[in-house]
């Protein structure tokens, strides 16, 4: 599985931006897809997961209630819409692939990763 994520950018607080994250090959349903990101410095961190088992999601403290992850098989691809965003969201987004129907939150769990978009949210 390959995975193109897409859709960062510089956007001020408390905008919204949605990230898309493309992936190739067969069975594409069959895997949870999951966001992770990275602040300058600092370690790859859980953002939100939707498992393929059961479509359930699952989210970060730090967003819930304010991004959503979504997925459409049809056309491979997952999205994480990002709304009333914070400086402290600024960093590169990651999407990742994984063939466990459960959540997991630590990076090594998951098994196919994608490039990574820049966010930048300014004040």
């Known amino acids: 599985v390959q995975l193109q994520a897409s859709g960062g950018g510089l956007v001020q607080a408390e905008d919204s931006l949605r990230l898309s994250c493309a992936a190739s090959?067969?069975?594409?349903?069959?895997?949870?897809m999951g966001w992770f990101r990275q602040p300058l410095g600092k370690e790859r961190e859980f953002v939100a997961a939707i498992l393929w088992s059961s479509g359930s999601t699952y989210y970060a403290d730090s967003v819930k209630g304010r991004f959503t992850i979504s997925r459409d098989n049809a056309k491979n691809t997952v999205y994480l819409q990002m709304d009333s965003l914070k400086v402290e969201d600024t960093a590169v987004y990651y999407c990742?692939?994984?063939?466990?129907?459960?959540?997991?939150?630590?990076?090594?769990?998951?098994?196919?990763w994608g490039q990574g978009t820049q966010v930048t949210v300014s004040s």
């Open positions: 090959g067969r069975s594409f349903s069959r895997f949870s």
């Open positions: 990742a692939a994984g063939y466990s129907g459960r959540v997991y939150y630590s990076p090594p769990s998951w098994n196919y």
